[in-house]
């Protein structure tokens, strides 16, 4: 059985992703890494619905609070709006890299993948970059779990958010709020 390293950004992402991942036959081990979630009870709630799911489906979860530094995170960000989501995945497809070479992980992949909102061809191509000999990048496109990862997130109670975590994705969801 190999074992997968999957980061999380939270709970209802990570619903089919993990189920997949099991009926792959992967000993999946979840982390819980999100310097971008913002504020911080958002940043609870996400990693509380990833601690609930993880306990549905029989995984353990790395959680990372003691690195949740957001001060860090927009300074990573900063004059690179634009190109923000880049570096975003950079730096928690990094991290989570690290954790699965040092834990001896066979693979490692995220979450972000099962969103269609999500730019997938960096987050391949990253996660190819950081692979090693011993741990290699898992690519799935785990859209293919996108509505039944909603039905079952919410039959189960788990968190839902409305934007991807950080403050300007959450201004460009609610932006239409100004002209009211």
């Not at 609870?44 to 029989?58: I, N, P, Q, S, T």
């Not at 928690?92 to 490692?108: N, V």
């Not at 968190?159 to 009211?180: D, F, I, V």
Request: glycine letters at 8%.
């Amino acid at each position: 059985m190999k074992r997968v390293l999957l980061h999380i950004c939270c709970g209802p992402c990570s619903i089919t992703t993990i189920k997949t991942l099991q009926d792959q036959g992967h000993d999946v081990t979840g982390l819980f890494y999100n310097p971008n979630i913002h504020p911080l009870m958002e940043y609870v709630k996400r990693r509380d619905g990833c601690l609930e799911v993880a306990e549905k489906l029989g995984i353990k979860v790395i959680v990372k609070d003691n690195e949740y530094k957001p001060q860090e995170w927009f300074r990573s960000v900063a004059y690179r709006e634009i190109n923000r989501c880049f570096h975003c995945y950079a730096g928690r497809m990094e991290r989570t890299s690290q954790i699965a070479k040092k834990g001896g992980f066979d693979f490692f992949t995220t979450t972000l993948l099962y969103s269609k909102y999500q730019k997938h061809d960096d987050i391949s191509k990253l996660g190819q970059d950081l692979q090693s000999e011993k741990t290699r990048f898992f690519y799935h496109d785990f859209r293919e779990g996108w509505q039944d990862g909603i039905v079952i997130s919410k039959e189960w109670g788990i968190y839902r958010q409305q934007y991807c975590g950080c403050l300007y994705s959450e201004n460009e969801r609610y932006q239409r709020e100004l002209g009211k």
